[in-house]
């Protein structure tokens, strides 16, 4: 019995190590694909005419506190569209997410009352995922270069999916809106290690958006 209980053990120890080097490996294929595509300094980024703006809800889903994922993001895109580095901004966002919010609509209104004019923002409510932004971006709203704007683990990703899902794209960057310190944010970090592992396999099961119809909220 205690040779069997050590045997699991090492058994345990082994699958441990396994996934650990796997999320590592998995997380570091799309940091260096991601070298020299993704900055803090609005004096970095190339002039485009899309800003790919992903969403998030204005409210965090547990306690209904103010997002700081949201309003850095919203920080960075009025930041790009002002300082003329963008002409229009793609909000890509699910419009009825898990706590019924329209993600899209909402960053619209923040941008909206910033100054930044209605006429020069697209909504893409249908982009339930990351997959779904960036392939929505390109197969359904014909744009094949843009800056993401996200956080930056967020537009590391991102730019990946963008790079190796057999799209028609050219030149993405993204523009790295500030990171949250809360003990919350910290779940979303952790949680990005999983996220990159299923890009993988996203990639090599071909998956496709969930819907290509064509989403102006």
């Known amino acids: ?102 993600e899209v609509a909402s960053m619209r209104d923040s941008l909206m009352a910033r100054g930044v004019p209605e006429c020069d923002i697209m909504l893409d409510g249908k982009g339930f995922r990351t997959l779904d932004s960036v392939v929505r971006a390109v197969k359904v709203y014909g744009i094949h270069s843009f800056v993401v704007i996200s956080q930056k683990f967020h537009n590391e990703r991102a730019i990946y999916l963008a790079e190796h899902l057999n799209l028609d794209v050219d030149d993405i960057t993204g523009y790295n809106a500030e990171d949250p310190n809360s003990k919350m944010a910290l779940m979303t970090y952790m949680r990005e290690y999983l996220a990159r592992v299923k890009v993988f396999l996203d990639i090599l099961m071909n998956k496709k958006p969930l819907t290509y119809e064509r989403s102006d909220v």
Request: with cysteine.
């Open 1 to 102: 019995m205690r040779k069997v209980f050590k045997f699991l053990i090492v058994l345990f120890g082994v699958l441990v190590s396994i996934v650990t080097i796997f999320l590592i490996v998995c997380n570091q294929i799309v940091v260096n694909n991601a070298e020299g595509k993704v900055f803090n300094d609005l004096d970095s980024i190339k002039h485009n005419k899309v800003g790919l703006l992903l969403g998030t809800t204005p409210q965090t889903r547990i306690g209904g506190c103010e997002n700081y994922f949201f309003k850095y993001r919203i920080d960075a895109a009025e930041a790009l569209y002002k300082s003329g580095k963008i002409n229009t901004l793609l909000i890509s966002g699910d419009e009825n997410s898990l706590d019924g919010v329209n």
